[in-house]
């Protein structure tokens, strides 16, 4: 299981990290970020964000079980009135997670698991 909390400045080093070439930034953050990652930049990113008024709220995916960071994704162009957004920058960090798992709809047992896979659905409710 998976818990989202804000990205904030404390995080940043950790992205960072993770952004280990020009070619990664790119396909995780589209032109606009210059390579390599910094402070600045991610200032910049966050500094209208995960606010009630916002239309971007940015997170960082914390693995429930370790309370380890995993990850990164926002929200953008958030809809209240229709409970909608649009899901981008997503990122798993942790290369040395051998799978994250979800409850399976159709297995027989009751709490069961499934990994997760590319093109999965999930819900994420926006207030």
């Known amino acids: 299981m998976i818990e989202l909390e804000y990205f904030e400045r404390p995080d940043f080093n950790q992205l960072i990290r993770w952004i280990d070439s020009p070619e990664f930034l790119l396909q ?15 200032e910049k990113y ?7 008024t ?4 940015i997170y960082k995916v914390i693995h429930k079980e370790t309370g380890n960071v995993i990850g990164h994704v926002s929200l953008r162009k958030i809809d209240r009135k229709n409970k909608s957004a649009r899901i ?9 997670l051998t799978s994250l798992r979800k409850k399976s709809p159709t297995s ?7 990994p997760v896979k590319v093109g999965d659905e999930f819900r994420l409710g926006v207030a």
């Open 88 to 96: 981008g920058k997503v990122l798993v960090g942790e290369k040395n």
């Open 46 to 52: 966050i500094e209208n964000a995960n606010r009630d």
């Open 108 to 114: 027989k047992r009751e709490g069961a698991e499934a």
């Open 28 to 42: 995780w953050g589209g032109p606009q970020f210059d390579y390599p990652l910094n402070e600045n930049q991610l």
């Open 54 to 57: 916002s239309d971007t709220l």
